[in-house]
């Protein structure tokens, strides 16, 4: 069964430094998405994508964070210069028709920052 | 801003016993939708709704979205150890506002005693 793969599971870094998350998306999907989930709390949309641009973001992807597709497969999300506060459980998703809610989520990053 | 309620917050039953939760809302929703998260991973559709009224079951797994398109409910008969996790419900918001962000509500963690 297709799945959303993501890389690294699991990133620990020091306060200010730079973090690239990788996502493959299922190949067929067209619409990609970044979710964050601190712990022990609900999952946030961070920001959606499509046809290679933002298509909606939230107020907390500020200009800290960005996306990329930089091939056919890859889906990365950076974060310039990591706070503490950005350690969370970051998902990745994708889905195949737009507007449905239907999402396929990855099984998701830990970012621990220091 | 939109924001989900679910209720309860967290169940500890017996296996074998149905489970009954909830999410409510302020707003009217057109999608509303149910994952379950698994400890360690990314949240996973259980079931989809949209039109109001709608009543759809997925095994044991029975959804309806309200009438009034400001909630939903979710049953789970006989349950069993694997249903152990947190469930969310989720909507979709109007089109006129936003096509790609779901909300997600804050979740019911549900445990299942053997």
């Known amino acids: 069964e297709p799945e959303v793969t993501q890389t690294p599971s699991h990133q620990v870094t020091q306060m200010g430094q730079e973090v690239i998350l990788r996502c493959v998306p299922i190949s067929n999907h067209l619409y990609f998405y970044w979710y964050r989930q601190i712990l022990g709390q609900k999952v946030e949309f961070l920001v959606s994508f499509y046809n290679n641009e933002i298509s909606e973001k939230s107020e907390i992807f500020d200009d800290q964070f960005s996306v990329e597709r930089p091939d056919g497969s890859n889906f990365t999300l950076k974060i310039r210069s990591t706070k503490l506060e950005d350690s969370a459980m970051y998902f990745c998703?994708?889905?195949?028709?737009?507007?449905?809610?239907?999402?396929?989520f990855g099984e998701g990053s830990r970012l621990t920052v220091l | 801003g939109q924001q989900l309620n679910q209720s309860p917050q967290s169940m500890f039953i017996q296996e074998g016993e149905d489970v009954s939760m909830n999410c409510t809302s302020s707003?009217?929703?057109?999608?509303w939708l149910w994952y379950k998260q698994d400890p360690g991973e990314g949240p996973v559709l259980l079931i989809a709704?949209?039109?109001?009224?709608e009543l759809t079951s997925n095994g044991r797994l029975t959804a309806q979205f309200g009438i009034t398109r400001k909630d939903s409910f979710l049953n789970i008969s006989a349950s069993i150890p694997s249903d152990v996790g947190i469930y969310f419900c989720?909507?979709?918001?109007?089109?006129?506002?936003?096509?790609?962000?779901?909300?997600f509500g804050p979740g019911t963690s549900l445990s299942v005693i053997p």
């Open positions: 989720a909507v979709s918001p109007l089109p006129q506002t936003s096509y790609d962000k779901v909300i």
């Open positions: 707003s009217i929703f057109n999608t």
């Open positions: 998703a994708s889905s195949a028709i737009r507007a449905t809610g239907e999402l396929f």
């Open positions: 709704l949209y039109k109001a009224g």
